[in-house]
């Protein structure tokens, strides 16, 4: 079993920035990827950002890109989501996840929740006008 814990969520202005990190704790931990999503309150889960635990190799969503940046410490065995320039729209509850196996069409395929094996309670972030 792998237990998540995000934290650094919390209300910012837009234009500001918040770090996300993503602690991940276990018996015997290890991952292929781990993975940002959010949810905006009335909206589906949207994929954020995932990064290949072994190579770093990320993929980020066109709606962040060039805005946030996901990287991992593997000593610590955490996920960070570095959020700049934020907008009242990045507001939603993010989440991390974590795909155990490697994926066959690659990492830049693990946009759908359903391919990760575990997920974190959540931390709500909040950006005001």
């Known amino acids: 079993q792998v237990q998540l814990v995000e934290s650094g969520g919390g209300l910012v202005q837009a234009g500001g920035s918040l770090r996300l990190s993503c602690a991940a704790s276990g018996r015997t931990f290890s991952s292929y990827a781990m993975g940002w999503f959010r949810q905006a309150p009335g909206k589906e889960r949207e994929f954020v950002a995932v990064i290949s635990w072994n190579t770093g190799n990320t993929v980020c969503a066109d709606s962040v890109k060039g805005r946030f940046t996901i990287s991992r410490d593997n000593a610590k065995n955490t996920v960070y989501l570095l959020m700049n320039s934020l907008k009242p729209e990045d507001t939603a509850v993010y989440y991390c996840?974590?795909?155990?196996?490697?994926?066959?069409?690659?990492?830049?395929?693990?946009?759908?929740?359903?391919?990760?094996?575990?997920w974190g309670q959540g931390t709500q972030v909040t950006v005001s006008e």
């Open positions: 996840a974590v795909r155990r196996y490697p994926y066959a069409l690659g990492l830049g395929y693990l946009l759908a929740g359903t391919l990760y094996d575990y």
